[in-house]
């Protein structure tokens, strides 16, 4: 009975035209994550596979640990780089010659920037270049120096002091200094996988909208419910169905652009900390970028799975695939919205949203914490349990509207 449901479901003209859809937009997804470029030095810029791997060894170069010395050395490059004939000539091919020099510690630069920016909400991409190689020892103190002065200044408000000093506490245990590595594989990968999860959550809202009420629109439902496994096996079936489809198309599209992505660019760098990351850098979660993978590989999956049993609960409920579809869409887009809206606890509402599954990576990088009888919890444990809890409720739940629907 599952074999035959799943049949039903690609039998239907537009579940070959969703797949089709499905696998253009991964296929142009993963053409954009894997775009990277190398400026040789004679500054012609050069891409494909010869490219990455002559960015690779570049970056390669300056990888172990960020200390004050390594920092140092940086900040010199950089002047030195700055001061060159080829940086101040108006001649593009010459600024091109500068910069091929600098892109091996491009990545480090930009922390400095993030570092000694003006305030903790800024970045200032030419920040770097005023630096003295005295200031390196500075570095992971401003971080934390800058954490502090938006909690008492601009972020006064908007957390209590015990919140405060939680995440202050979370900035201190982080263990320093950071290891820094090639990371453009993961950095690309991370980039454009809130893209590939959004598509394939509608993609798939489209393909289980029809599991439920497909007996309805058939006019076949006085059959399915009168035969003798009708409502206990065949809608068992159904729901299996839904999960299968959920589960398999999930985990191939999501393995199938991390194989691109990394095979392609590599995958050096999984066991630096997060705050290694461009969008990393002010994150107050103390994990690895592998672990950060994982998170949003399973916040992407909960979020799939909820949002497509919601939609087949909704289609059992209603008889309708047209409502049925539209779910994905509300719950992406709506936040969108409320967003607009200035009083703080939409912000609160906001993060707890199950379209922030969908981005775990952005949830990383935000500042939502929660207070839950007494404890300080911080949003990606709550999202996941929360949303894994009821995507579970929904299956039986599913389960037992459609098993006593009544027939006509």
Same mark, same amino acid.
């Given at each position: 009975?599952?074999?035959?449901?799943l049949?039903?479901?690609?039998?239907?003209? %537009?579940?070959?035209?969703?797949?089709?859809?499905? /696998?253009?937009?991964?296929?142009?997804?993963?053409?954009?994550?894997?775009?990277?470029?190398?400026?040789?030095?004679?500054?012609?810029? !050069?891409?494909?596979?010869?490219?990455?791997?002559?960015?690779?060894?570049?970056?390669?170069?300056?990888?172990?640990?960020? #200390?004050?010395?390594?920092?140092? *050395?940086?900040?010199?490059?950089?002047?030195?780089?700055?001061?060159?004939?080829?940086? *101040?000539?108006?001649?593009?091919?010459?600024?091109?010659? /500068?910069?091929?020099?600098? !892109?091996? $510690?491009?990545?480090?630069? &930009?922390?400095?920037?993030?570092?000694?920016? /003006?305030? $903790?909400?800024?970045?200032?991409?030419?920040?770097? &270049?005023?630096?003295?190689? &005295?200031?390196?020892?500075?570095?992971?103190?401003?971080?934390? +120096?800058?954490?502090?002065?938006?909690l008492?200044?601009?972020a006064?408000?908007?957390?209590t002091?015990?919140?405060?000093?939680?995440?202050?506490?979370?900035?201190?245990?982080?263990?320093?200094? $950071?290891?820094?590595?090639?990371?453009?594989?993961w950095?690309?990968?991370?980039?454009?996988?809130?893209?590939?999860?959004?598509?394939?959550?509608?993609?798939l809202?489209?393909?289980?909208?029809?599991?439920? +009420?497909?007996?309805?629109?058939?006019?076949? #439902?006085?059959?399915? @419910?009168?035969?003798?496994?009708?409502?206990?096996?065949?809608?068992?079936?159904?729901? %299996?169905?839904?999960?299968?489809?959920?589960?398999?198309?999930?985990?191939?599209?999501?393995?199938?652009?991390?194989?691109?992505?990394?095979l392609?660019?590599?995958?050096?760098?999984? /066991?630096?900390?997060?705050?290694?990351?461009?969008s %990393?850098?002010?994150? @107050?979660?103390?994990?690895?970028?592998?672990?950060?993978?994982?998170?949003?590989?399973?916040?992407?999956?909960?979020?799939?799975?909820?949002?497509?049993?919601?939609?087949?609960?909704?289609?059992?409920?209603?008889r309708?695939?047209?409502?049925?579809?539209m779910?994905? $869409?509300?719950?992406?887009?709506?936040? +969108? @919205?409320?967003?607009?809206?200035?009083?703080p606890?939409?912000?609160?509402?906001?993060?707890?949203?199950? #379209? *922030?599954?969908?981005?775990? %990576?952005?949830?990383?990088g935000?500042?939502?914490?929660? +207070?839950?009888?007494?404890?300080?919890? #911080?949003?990606?444990?709550?999202?996941?349990?929360?949303y894994?809890v009821?995507?579970?409720?929904?299956v039986?739940?599913?389960?037992?509207?459609y098993?006593?629907?009544?027939?006509?």
């Amino acid at each position: 009975m599952l074999k035959f449901e799943l049949k039903k479901v690609f039998s239907r003209p %537009g579940s070959a035209i969703a797949m089709g859809i499905l /696998a253009v937009v991964i296929g142009v997804t993963c053409w954009f994550a894997t775009d990277v470029y190398y400026v040789d030095p004679n500054g012609v810029k !050069q891409r494909g596979p010869s490219a990455v791997a002559a960015l690779r060894e570049e970056q390669k170069a300056w990888a172990g640990e960020l #200390d004050s010395e390594k920092l140092r *050395q940086v900040i010199l490059a950089n002047k030195e780089i700055k001061s060159s004939p080829e940086y *101040q000539s108006e001649d593009e091919n010459e600024r091109e010659i /500068a910069y091929s020099r600098g !892109q091996g $510690f491009k990545d480090i630069r &930009d922390l400095l920037n993030h570092a000694f920016a /003006a305030g $903790f909400c800024d970045y200032d991409y030419y920040c770097a &270049d005023r630096l003295s190689g &005295d200031m390196a020892s500075q570095f992971y103190g401003r971080r934390v +120096s800058l954490l502090k002065e938006w909690l008492e200044g601009e972020a006064k408000e908007q957390y209590t002091d015990k919140e405060k000093a939680f995440f202050i506490s979370r900035y201190e245990k982080i263990k320093t200094p $950071f290891y820094y590595d090639y990371m453009t594989g993961w950095t690309r990968l991370f980039d454009y996988a809130p893209t590939v999860v959004m598509i394939t959550l509608l993609i798939l809202g489209y393909l289980v909208s029809g599991i439920f +009420s497909g007996e309805f629109s058939w006019k076949s #439902d006085a059959v399915f @419910f009168t035969s003798f496994h009708g409502r206990k096996r065949a809608t068992a079936a159904k729901t %299996g169905a839904g999960l299968c489809l959920v589960t398999g198309i999930y985990l191939v599209t999501m393995l199938i652009y991390t194989a691109i992505v990394l095979l392609y660019l590599g995958a050096d760098g999984w /066991a630096c900390p997060i705050q290694i990351l461009f969008s %990393g850098w002010k994150s @107050f979660y103390n994990i690895s970028v592998w672990q950060e993978y994982l998170l949003i590989l399973a916040g992407g999956y909960i979020g799939c799975l909820f949002t497509s049993f919601l939609c087949m609960w909704v289609s059992a409920k209603t008889r309708s695939a047209v409502i049925a579809v539209m779910i994905p $869409f509300v719950l992406i887009f709506i936040p +969108s @919205f409320l967003e607009n809206i200035p009083a703080p606890f939409v912000g609160k509402i906001l993060g707890l949203l199950p #379209d *922030q599954l969908l981005q775990m %990576g952005n949830v990383l990088g935000y500042f939502n914490i929660y +207070s839950l009888g007494g404890t300080l919890m #911080d949003a990606a444990p709550i999202l996941l349990t929360v949303y894994a809890v009821l995507a579970v409720l929904l299956v039986p739940w599913t389960y037992r509207i459609y098993r006593h629907m009544e027939i006509g």
